[in-house]
């Protein structure tokens, strides 16, 4: 892993504490969703607390991202869209991460409230730890 991989791994793994103490209820907040009086309904839209979006913000800021997460969750995952990647990332190593991640913050672009559901299910934290672990320097 180069030198600057390793920053930006740490820099992303200082979030760690975030999301193990993190509200899920004020992390995201849903607003719209309501008629208005001239008859429009508006589409609920998700809006991410400003240290969630640090972190967002850190992962595009690094060199983490994976420009082709989708191939190579094709071939390391077959069945990535439906199985529960919680479980893959118990096991992953920091390719697969990479991947992983880079689909988590890419997703929101196409479904609101992706990362909602990220926070929800413990995925960010489960990324970061193994992120974390593959990352430390052998015994």
Request: with cysteine; aromatic share 12%; glycine share 4%.
């Amino acid at each position: 892993m180069s030198i600057e991989n390793k920053m930006n791994t740490q820099e992303l793994c200082s979030f760690i504490s975030y999301f193990e103490n993190i509200d899920p209820d004020k992390a995201c907040q849903w607003k719209g969703g309501e008629k208005r009086e001239d008859g429009v309904i508006t589409m609920p839209y998700p809006i991410y607390e400003k240290e969630f979006m640090e972190f967002v913000e850190t992962f595009y800021k690094s060199e983490i991202s994976l420009h082709d997460y989708q191939n190579e969750l094709n071939q390391r995952v077959p069945d990535w869209q439906t199985v529960n990647m919680n479980a893959i990332v118990e096991t992953a190593d920091f390719e697969l991460i990479r991947a992983i991640l880079t689909k988590c913050i890419r997703v929101e672009r196409f479904c609101d409230g992706a990362w909602d559901s990220s926070i929800r299910s413990g995925l960010f934290l489960d990324i970061l730890r193994r992120l974390n672990t593959v990352c430390q320097p052998p015994l």
